[in-house]
């Protein structure tokens, strides 16, 4: 399956951002989907994770209660609504799929990455 993220921008302190992440080549039905962040010098982090029905999801400490991950099965498709965005979440965002359907991992051993969109929030 292949995976391509878009939605990212320039935002500031305080705004929204919605990121999706489309893919095609396979139906993301078969996958639980992550969105992982990298900023520059540090390596990849877990952001959010949600399993293929979308009643399992996870999200690293530093982003619970502001951002929400979900998914459209039939538009094959998965999102991330970020809010109340802060400087730290600057960093390049990548989504994932892995190919146990029913859990959440919060490593990078995900099967298939998309290329990452950048996120930048100014202070």
């Known amino acids: 399956v292949q995976l391509q993220a878009s939605g990212g921008g320039l935002v500031q302190t305080g705004g929204s951002l919605r990121l999706s992440c489309a893919a095609s080549?396979?139906?993301?039905?078969?996958?639980?989907m992550g969105w992982f962040r990298q900023a520059p010098g540090k390596e990849r982090e877990f952001v959010a994770g949600?399993?293929?029905?979308?009643?399992?999801?996870r999200y690293a400490d530093s982003v619970k209660g502001r951002f929400t991950i979900s998914r459209d099965n039939a538009r094959n498709t998965v999102y991330l609504q970020m809010n109340t965005l802060k400087p730290e979440d600057t960093a390049v965002y990548y989504c994932?799929?892995?190919?146990?359907?029913?859990?959440?991992?919060?490593?990078?051993?995900?099967?298939?990455w998309g290329q990452g969109t950048q996120v930048t929030v100014s202070s």
């Open positions: 994932a799929a892995d190919q146990l359907p029913n859990w959440v991992v919060t490593s990078t051993t995900y099967d298939f």
């Open positions: 949600i399993n293929w029905s979308g009643d399992r999801v």
């Open positions: 080549g396979g139906t993301i039905s078969r996958y639980a």
